[in-house]
């Protein structure tokens, strides 16, 4: 019997400890934006590909209405936009995580045909079950 108590107690501290370490690994969602921007601007649709979310994403790009796509749709969808408008950088004006939501708001400047334009995009996130960020939300007006 103290033998199956012992063991019990180990594997709840093992658990613990399990807990305890995956929340410490959690990335900020300044870092992930970071990440997630450059790879935008290098236009690697491959590497975009792990940072939204595989179930759906909700993209908002002209002259598209707003739908929820599959994340392949998706990037087709970025990979087109992307094309005809090169990115020349991006800026924000707020980045806010909530728990296990995040937004960020800002601007994207392209170059097309030798003229700056300047965009508004709204990014939004939310987290997975292993604490990591995903896109679920894009919105480029």
Partial sequence: MKSLVKSQAVFYCAVVLLLLSSQCKAEPLSSHLKRL??????????????LIDSNRILVEIPPKEGAYLSPAQALGVLESFF????????????????????????????????????????FGFQKNRAGKWLLNRITIH
Avoid: C, Q
């Fill in 83 to 122: 094309n005809v408008h090169p990115i020349a950088n991006f800026s924000y004006i707020l980045v806010r995580e909530d728990g296990d939501a995040g937004i960020a708001i800002g601007t994207l400047a392209t170059v097309e045909a030798g003229r700056k334009n300047s965009y508004r995009v709204n």
């Fill in 37 to 50: 921007t450059s790879i935008l601007a290098s236009r690697n649709m491959d590497s975009l590909r792990i």
